[in-house]
């Protein structure tokens, strides 16, 4: 079992002909993840070597969907283009869509992410974010795929070298689904979002949450497994030893006064009987305990 992300998934790449979109696109099919397609308006017709086999380029990401019954697109276009790209897979009726893109404006995120709640159909991952991982079955983003196998851990990780890390940490155990669902301070999929699934998941026996300093998302996460998480779930905040009043890291690690520190976060996830590490190696040992 996996979460968002399984062996039936069939990926577009939004960008395929960029540098970087192919370089991923090629990484994501050596894994095994079933890309079918990509999409370039300006390079319809066309087709990409993906190593094994050679690829379509589509002019829309319609018209992918149509002729390959794609499921899920990545999304590795510029900035500037980001949004125009994302509201596009989004009117298509795309479910899944990864936004691997950096440096996206928050307007533009909140635009379409309004726009992807108003269609009921599209679920965003990102933006600015490493992607979803299910090992053994399918890869969608950047995520390495050789760093472990599948198992009974689900992730959910606001960090991306945080992500990797974790993973391999617990490489010998494995995963049911890895997500890191970006830093910034607007984004599609939420570590509510991603509990909710694991929590549902019956492969997932042990959730592993990964938070970072800056906004109350994390808090907002530990009343969510108060209610409603009956699996065991072990944290890690990342900015223990931030200073003070310094902005850190992702867009989103912003500290305002004793709201979004990370001792702060820490008090709340324990309050509803989260583990929380200080450390990568401690999380880590703490989930093997709670295994």
């Known amino acids: 079992?996996?979460?968002?992300?399984?062996?039936?998934?069939?990926?577009?790449?939004?960008?395929?002909?960029?540098?970087?979109?192919?370089?991923?696109?090629?990484r994501m099919s050596a894994a095994g993840a079933q890309i079918v397609g990509g999409v370039n308006p300006k390079k319809a017709g066309s087709g990409v070597d993906l190593g094994n086999r050679r690829t379509p380029v589509f002019g829309t990401v319609a018209e992918a969907m149509r002729e390959t019954g794609a499921n899920v697109s990545v999304v590795f276009v510029p900035p500037r283009f980001a949004k125009g790209a994302v509201i596009e897979a989004i009117e298509a009726g795309m479910p899944l869509v990864v936004v691997i893109t950096e440096g996206i404006p928050v307007l533009?995120?909140?635009?379409?992410?309004?726009?992807?709640?108003?269609?009921?159909r599209t679920r965003i991952i990102g933006p600015n974010c490493p992607g979803i991982v299910s090992p053994g079955l399918s890869n969608a983003g950047i995520i390495p795929d050789?760093?472990?196998?599948?198992?009974?851990?689900?992730?959910?990780?606001?960090s991306g070298t945080l992500t990797y890390q974790m993973m391999h940490e617990l490489s010998d155990i494995g995963f049911t689904t890895a997500i890191g669902i970006g830093g910034d301070p607007v984004v599609g999929t939420t570590h509510i979002d991603a509990l909710e699934a694991f929590e549902a998941d019956p492969a997932t026996e042990v959730i592993v949450m990964i938070g970072e300093i800056g906004g109350d998302a994390e808090e907002r996460a530990a009343e969510y497994i108060r209610a409603k998480v009956t699996k065991p779930v072990v944290g890690y905040i990342a900015g223990f030893t931030a200073p003070e009043g310094k902005t850190m890291g992702h867009a989103g690690?912003?500290?305002?006064?004793?709201?979004?520190?990370?001792?702060?976060?820490?008090?709340?996830?324990?309050?509803?009987?989260?583990?929380?590490?200080?450390?990568?190696?401690?999380?880590?040992?703490?989930v093997r305990e709670g295994l």
């Open 253 to 286: 690690a912003i500290v305002s006064g004793s709201s979004g520190t990370a001792r702060a976060k820490k008090a709340a996830l324990e309050s509803a009987g989260v583990r929380v590490g200080t450390s990568p190696s401690e999380t880590a040992r703490l």
């Open 146 to 158: 050789h760093i472990t196998g599948p198992g009974p851990i689900g992730l959910v990780s606001k």
């Open 1 to 26: 079992m996996a979460i968002f992300l399984d062996d039936n998934s069939r990926i577009i790449v939004q960008g395929i002909t960029g540098s970087e979109g192919l370089k991923h696109a090629r």
């Open 108 to 120: 533009d995120t909140v635009e379409f992410y309004a726009r992807a709640q108003r269609s009921g």
